[in-house]
């Protein structure tokens, strides 16, 4: 597999954050936002190129996953949580 470049590193951070701010589920969007941030922060000095690409692909499966998930919690609808709750002015 091709190295991938910095930017493209980026760009795939970018995509998973944006879809996992769509999740429905207060709780499931804060999960997933922590584990992004954390998967990436984690492996921020990873220099080897096989396991960057394989990084790479894992990241990329992960982002198929949430879209699905984020799909599938719009078809159900539930009740938001306390904390998703406009304050009363």
């Known amino acids: 597999m091709a190295s991938c470049s910095r930017a493209q590193v980026i760009s795939l ?3 998973l954050m944006k879809e996992s701010k769509k999740f429905p589920s207060y709780n499931y969007r804060t ?3 922590r584990r992004v941030k954390d998967g990436f922060r984690e492996n921020l000095h990873v220099d080897n ?9 894992q990241a990329r499966e992960n982002l198929a996953v949430i879209k699905r998930q984020v799909s599938i919690g719009h078809l159900y ?3 938001r949580t306390v ?7």
Not at 49 to 57: E, G, W
Not at 83 to 89: A, I, S, T
């Open 77 to 79: 609808s539930a009740q």
């Open 83 to 89: 904390v998703e709750k406009e304050p009363h002015l």
């Open 13 to 15: 951070y970018r995509m």
């Open 31 to 33: 999960y997933a936002l």
């Open 49 to 57: 190129p096989r396991t960057l690409d394989l990084l790479i692909n």
